[in-house]
Nanobody, 128 residues
Framework: QFQLVDSGGGLVQPGGSLNLSCAASEGTLAYYAIGWFREAPGKEREGVSC????????NYADSVKGRFTISRDNSKNAVYLQMTRLTPEDTGVYYC?????????????????????WGQGTQVTVSS
């Protein structure tokens, strides 16, 4: 098994950018789909994005499509979330997590369903 460590959050003005990282502190995440959920006060937890183990499939919440980009480097045991054009609605605690993936002979899909391993979370605040 592995453990995940979130980093990269902070305070940014609307329209700005932040890059989040998710690293495995023990073990390897190379065989697993990884992504992020976010939680904001008064809102339900939302799946933001995920990527399958081999970078063949990505998935994004409608609210972040075109603004966020997920990627991974298995040689560095890390997954990244590039967030651009941030708005106050993106404010929240972002948790990287193992996600479910479905792999067949003809397709690969990353599902924004938690797989059981979570990072500790990192705060993202978008405010002027």
């Amino acid at each position: 098994q592995f453990q995940l460590v979130d980093s990269g959050g902070g305070l940014v003005q609307p329209g700005g950018s932040l890059n989040l990282s998710c690293a495995a502190s023990e073990g390897t995440l190379a065989y697993y789909a990884i992504g992020w959920f976010r939680e904001a006060p008064g809102k339900e937890r939302e799946g933001v994005s995920c990527i399958d183990a081999r970078s063949r499939a990505t998935n994004y919440a409608d609210s972040v499509k075109g603004r966020f980009t997920i990627s991974r480097d298995n040689s560095k045991n890390a997954v990244y979330l590039q967030m651009t054009r941030l708005t106050p609605e993106d404010t929240g605690v972002y948790y990287c997590a193992q996600m479910e993936q479905r792999i067949t002979s003809v397709s690969t899909a990353c599902l924004m369903t938690p797989g059981g391993v979570w990072g500790q979370g990192t705060q993202v605040t978008v405010s002027s």
